[in-house]
């Protein structure tokens, strides 16, 4: 199975991209949910973040956690949001490369793997799962006023945008760059062509003599 990390900055048009290459047949893995997976009820990383950030996060019949308040405390201080993330991407990278050496959805095998990756940063200990890493690009500038177009605050954008990497950083770290400065029609178009490429190259992974990214 070729396995591609799909990422992308806020209001960069990445999901729409993910959204075609799942249409088109690829299996399409969100690391957002994963990431919720890892601190239900009962896991490890749970019980950890509990443990760093007050017991009284957790419901004491459901042992659910109250993400909303553990927000307003992680994401009180650069320290304490890196302490957060201290606990919870090893436990996210560890889930994510069983899912994908698992290769089992169902009775369908598919191809490809898209995984939807917000801060491709913080998953840079995992580029060895990935057999190519896709940027959807467009400048900053761009992605605000379509954020703020979209009912997003200026100061949100902002906020959100400033704990993300920079563009400089995920082009330097793509080993394809899909822009989305065109139309909608655009954008497709060079995902349908990307698609078709593969196809030809019959999805030639590390698995069966390809070139893992960073290898």
Not at 117 to 123: A, C, E, T, V
Not at 184 to 202: C, I, K, S
Request: glycine share 6%; charged share 25%; aromatic share 6%.
């Amino acid at each position: 199975m070729y396995t591609v990390f799909l990422a992308g900055s806020i209001a960069s048009g990445k999901s729409t991209v993910a959204a075609e290459l799942e249409r088109l047949g690829a299996w399409r893995v969100d690391l957002d949910q994963i990431s919720r997976e890892v601190l239900e009820p009962g896991t490890p990383t749970t019980y950890a973040v509990a443990e760093a950030f007050g017991q009284d996060l957790l419901d004491p019949e459901t042992g659910e956690l109250n993400r909303r308040l553990l927000a307003a405390r992680a994401f009180a201080t650069r320290e304490d949001a890196q302490r957060l993330e201290e606990l919870e991407l090893p436990a996210i990278r560890a889930r994510l490369g069983e899912v994908l050496t698992s290769s089992v959805c169902g009775a369908w095998e598919p191809a490809c793997c898209v995984v939807e990756i917000p801060l491709l940063d913080r998953m840079v200990d995992s580029f060895d799962l990935a057999d190519e890493i896709v940027v959807v690009n467009l400048p900053v500038a761009v992605r605000r006023e379509r954020a703020i177009g979209r009912g997003m605050t200026a100061e949100d954008f902002d906020a959100r945008a400033a704990n993300q990497p920079t563009d400089e950083w995920l082009l330097s770290h793509a080993d394809t760059v899909i822009s989305n400065e065109g139309s909608l029609d655009d954008l497709l178009t060079q995902v349908q062509a990307w698609w078709d490429a593969h196809e030809r190259a019959g999805w030639r992974s590390r698995c069966d003599g390809g070139v893992a990214h960073g290898a």
